[in-house]
Every structure is written in structure tokens, then in C-alpha cells.
């Protein structure tokens, strides 16, 4: 994305749960990964006008689903 502040910004929070050992290096990595993948799979759906589809089952489980 075109603002590159906020990936600063999510890089010192980062830093900071570390320093403080409310998280390990590898959390907060992999929960980087993970959201940069969904927000550029939200992001691309979007742009293309197909709609990912989100339900909530009775089990309560979350679902998403995307087109390829």
C-alpha cells in the first residue's frame, strides 16, 4: 500500500510486545505474515468487485471463502 508509515507503525508495536515479553519474535512475525495475506486478499477482492462470501456457523466457526 501507498502509505508506508503504517508499516512503521506496526513494526514499533511489534518491537514493543517483544521488549516487553507479551509476545516472542516469532508471534508477531507470523501474525504479520498473516495479516499482510488477508489484507491483500481483502484488498484484491475488493478492487476486482468480487465479493468473498463470510458466514458464521452454528459451531461457531468463521468462514471466508474467495473465487479464483
Excluded at 484484491?44 to 456457523?57: A, C, I
Amino acid at each position: 500500500y501507498d502509505v508506508p508509515w503504517l508499516y512503521w507503525l506496526a513494526g514499533a508495536t511489534a518491537y514493543g510486545r517483544i521488549e516487553q515479553r507479551q509476545h516472542f519474535l516469532s508471534d508477531t512475525v507470523a501474525g504479520g505474515l498473516i495479516g499482510y495475506a488477508v489484507g491483500s486478499m481483502l484488498s484484491d477482492e475488493q478492487s476486482r468487485r468480487k465479493n468473498p462470501t463470510f458466514g458464521v456457523g452454528i459451531d461457531k466457526t468463521v468462514k471466508a471463502q474467495w473465487q479464483f
